[in-house]
């Protein structure tokens, strides 16, 4: 099954080269060797040899490209590239079992941006900003799901805007720890003891830290699997 692929793909990298059509020709050969570091095993499940069947379509339609497209055209069959080897990350993530890692990923980055969004009102973050945001989350939420771009991008996007508002709550709830003036005022603030501004303090530091370290993680995830999501 994943000879055929492989050899299929190969006929088609030496086309695009022969015709000059070079971008098409290095996406296609980082799926050809993508594909190849791929072992599906006797018996592949059912998810394994769905996401090969898409590969397989994926290929046919850039051999269509190929065959029909005009000799020096650098524009020519790129699109067409570029989802035969995000299906080709895919089928890695599928057979190797990582799919999984990518779904961690999807729940650790709405996690930052639910615990992210009142924390970094506390900081500045207008009500504009805010309902932008979480609108935008809401209705990309499919998208992301089914790995397409504009997902990618209001997720990706959301999450950056955040961070420098989680960085400086942690730090701040973190001075504060060791501050009893500070700690004093907010409690005259809040109308309630230094004890209990304290406890407060530490609550508000455990959720942005939470926040900060869920949301490192899930931009670094998120980059490292950017051409899973398609347009």
Known sequence: MIRKIVEELSNIIFFLNSHNLTRASQLSSKALDLIKSINVGEKPSDEVLEATRILEQ????????????????????IDEAKQVYRQAVILNLVSTGRINELLRTRRTAYASIALGLPTAALF????????????GVLLT??????????GWIVVLSSLMLLMPFLVNAVFYFANTLFNSMELSRIGEALGTSPELALILVIVLLIISSAALALNVYSLYKLIKFRAV???
């Open 58 to 77: 994926k290929i046919m339609l850039l051999k269509n490209c190929a065959s029909t497209s005009p000799r020096h055209d650098p524009s020519a069959c």
């Open 124 to 135: 500045g973050l207008t009500p504009l900003a805010i309902g932008l945001i979480f609108m």
């Open 141 to 150: 939420y499919f998208y992301f799901v089914r790995l397409k771009l504009v």
């Open 229 to 231: 999501f398609g347009s």
